[in-house]
Protein backbone atom coordinates (compact mmCIF):
# COMPACT_ATOMS: atom_id res chain seq x y z
CA UNK A 1 0.00 0.00 0.00
CA UNK A 2 1.94 3.37 -0.67
CA UNK A 3 2.53 5.50 1.91
CA UNK A 4 -0.04 9.09 2.11
CA UNK A 5 3.06 11.44 3.52
CA UNK A 6 5.52 10.26 1.30
CA UNK A 7 5.35 12.68 -1.18
CA UNK A 8 5.15 15.44 0.92
CA UNK A 9 8.40 14.19 2.05
CA UNK A 10 10.21 14.26 -1.48
CA UNK A 11 8.63 17.62 -2.95
CA UNK A 12 9.17 20.86 -2.08
CA UNK A 13 6.18 22.87 -0.44
CA UNK A 14 4.94 24.64 -3.45
CA UNK A 15 5.34 21.85 -5.68
CA UNK A 16 3.09 19.51 -3.37
CA UNK A 17 0.47 22.44 -3.09
CA UNK A 18 0.35 22.55 -6.96
CA UNK A 19 0.33 18.80 -6.98
CA UNK A 20 -2.17 18.28 -5.11
CA UNK A 21 -4.70 20.91 -5.45
CA UNK A 22 -4.50 20.81 -9.51
CA UNK A 23 -3.28 24.99 -9.28
CA UNK A 24 -0.75 26.05 -11.76
CA UNK A 25 2.48 26.34 -10.73
CA UNK A 26 2.58 30.13 -11.70
CA UNK A 27 0.48 30.23 -8.96
CA UNK A 28 2.98 28.43 -6.09
CA UNK A 29 4.61 30.82 -3.89
CA UNK A 30 8.46 31.30 -4.74
CA UNK A 31 10.36 28.14 -3.47
CA UNK A 32 14.02 28.25 -2.04
CA UNK A 33 16.52 25.67 -3.04
CA UNK A 34 20.21 24.94 -1.94
CA UNK A 35 23.02 23.08 -3.91
CA UNK A 36 26.30 22.44 -1.43
CA UNK A 37 29.12 22.67 -4.26
CA UNK A 38 32.41 20.42 -4.15
CA UNK A 39 34.81 19.51 -6.77
CA UNK A 40 34.53 15.71 -5.97
CA UNK A 41 30.75 15.70 -7.32
CA UNK A 42 32.04 16.85 -10.33
CA UNK A 43 30.63 13.73 -12.90
CA UNK A 44 32.77 12.82 -15.13
CA UNK A 45 35.45 14.69 -13.20
CA UNK A 46 37.83 15.53 -12.02
CA UNK A 47 37.09 18.92 -11.13
CA UNK A 48 38.82 21.69 -8.70
CA UNK A 49 39.64 18.92 -5.71
CA UNK A 50 39.86 21.82 -3.20
CA UNK A 51 36.93 23.67 -4.66
CA UNK A 52 33.75 24.15 -2.88
CA UNK A 53 30.80 26.60 -2.01
CA UNK A 54 26.98 26.71 -1.93
CA UNK A 55 24.54 28.03 -4.61
CA UNK A 56 21.11 29.44 -2.82
CA UNK A 57 18.01 29.42 -5.52
CA UNK A 58 14.75 31.37 -5.37
CA UNK A 59 12.58 30.11 -8.00
CA UNK A 60 9.37 32.40 -8.59
CA UNK A 61 7.05 31.16 -11.28
CA UNK A 62 4.84 34.00 -10.79
CA UNK A 63 7.34 36.20 -11.79
CA UNK A 64 9.23 34.38 -14.60
CA UNK A 65 12.58 34.52 -11.90
CA UNK A 66 14.76 32.46 -10.61
CA UNK A 67 17.59 34.61 -8.35
CA UNK A 68 20.48 33.44 -6.66
CA UNK A 69 23.41 33.57 -4.73
CA UNK A 70 26.70 31.55 -4.76
CA UNK A 71 29.76 31.64 -2.55
CA UNK A 72 32.66 30.01 -3.44
CA UNK A 73 36.33 29.27 -2.08
CA UNK A 74 39.40 28.18 -3.94
CA UNK A 75 37.94 27.85 -7.28
CA UNK A 76 40.27 30.35 -9.63
CA UNK A 77 38.96 31.82 -12.66
CA UNK A 78 34.94 31.16 -12.38
CA UNK A 79 33.78 31.80 -15.69
CA UNK A 80 30.15 30.35 -16.18
CA UNK A 81 27.59 29.15 -13.76
CA UNK A 82 24.12 27.13 -14.70
CA UNK A 83 21.20 24.52 -13.74
CA UNK A 84 21.85 21.89 -15.45
CA UNK A 85 19.63 18.42 -15.77
CA UNK A 86 20.70 15.74 -14.27
CA UNK A 87 21.16 13.00 -11.10
CA UNK A 88 24.01 13.12 -9.03
CA UNK A 89 25.69 10.44 -11.33
CA UNK A 90 24.89 11.92 -14.55
CA UNK A 91 26.22 14.69 -16.84
CA UNK A 92 22.78 16.65 -18.01
CA UNK A 93 22.60 19.77 -20.28
CA UNK A 94 22.17 23.16 -19.02
CA UNK A 95 18.69 24.49 -18.34
CA UNK A 96 19.36 27.83 -17.12
CA UNK A 97 22.29 30.03 -16.77
CA UNK A 98 22.70 31.99 -13.75
CA UNK A 99 25.28 34.38 -14.66
CA UNK A 100 27.71 35.99 -17.23
CA UNK A 101 30.12 36.50 -14.72
CA UNK A 102 30.86 34.48 -11.51
CA UNK A 103 33.99 35.99 -10.00
CA UNK A 104 33.34 37.03 -6.36
CA UNK A 105 30.28 36.24 -4.15
CA UNK A 106 27.91 36.89 -8.09
CA UNK A 107 24.36 37.34 -7.02
CA UNK A 108 21.45 38.36 -9.36
CA UNK A 109 18.29 37.10 -10.84
CA UNK A 110 17.54 35.83 -14.38
CA UNK A 111 14.34 35.07 -16.26
CA UNK A 112 13.00 31.34 -16.79
CA UNK A 113 9.99 29.66 -18.03
CA UNK A 114 7.23 29.13 -15.72
CA UNK A 115 7.58 25.62 -16.78
CA UNK A 116 11.43 25.34 -15.97
CA UNK A 117 11.14 26.56 -12.57
CA UNK A 118 8.14 24.07 -12.04
CA UNK A 119 10.28 21.17 -13.07
CA UNK A 120 12.51 22.25 -11.03
CA UNK A 121 10.74 22.56 -7.94
CA UNK A 122 8.85 19.75 -8.59
CA UNK A 123 12.12 17.55 -8.49
CA UNK A 124 14.86 19.58 -7.38
CA UNK A 125 17.56 16.58 -6.78
CA UNK A 126 17.57 15.93 -10.54
CA UNK A 127 18.88 19.64 -11.32
CA UNK A 128 22.29 20.60 -10.03
CA UNK A 129 24.79 23.82 -10.26
CA UNK A 130 27.33 23.92 -11.98
CA UNK A 131 30.16 26.41 -11.85
CA UNK A 132 33.03 26.58 -14.65
CA UNK A 133 36.42 27.94 -14.48
CA UNK A 134 39.45 28.19 -16.74
CA UNK A 135 41.00 24.96 -15.38
CA UNK A 136 38.12 23.19 -15.56
CA UNK A 137 35.82 24.35 -18.19
CA UNK A 138 33.68 21.09 -17.72
CA UNK A 139 33.00 21.98 -14.40
CA UNK A 140 34.83 23.47 -11.23
CA UNK A 141 32.20 22.70 -8.68
CA UNK A 142 28.79 21.05 -8.58
CA UNK A 143 26.01 20.31 -6.33
CA UNK A 144 22.66 18.65 -6.60
CA UNK A 145 19.92 21.08 -5.34
CA UNK A 146 17.61 20.30 -2.54
CA UNK A 147 14.73 21.74 -1.00
CA UNK A 148 15.46 24.13 1.97
CA UNK A 149 13.36 23.71 4.90
CA UNK A 150 11.47 26.94 5.71
CA UNK A 151 11.96 26.75 9.66
CA UNK A 152 15.53 25.87 10.22
CA UNK A 153 17.30 28.47 11.61
CA UNK A 154 20.86 29.11 10.68
CA UNK A 155 23.91 27.62 12.75
CA UNK A 156 25.42 31.11 14.67
CA UNK A 157 28.46 29.20 15.06
CA UNK A 158 28.80 29.47 10.88
Do not use: W
Request: negative net charge; aromatic residues 4%; contains cysteine.
Amino acid sequence: MPNPLLPSLLFPPAALIAVLFGAPVADAPPTKLLAPLSGGAEVPGPGDADGAGTATLTLDAAKGEVCYEIGLTNVDDPTQAHVHQGAATVTGGPVLPLSGDVAGSPAGCVKADAKVIGQITATPADYYVNIHSKAHPAGAVRGQLRAVDPKSKPDPAS
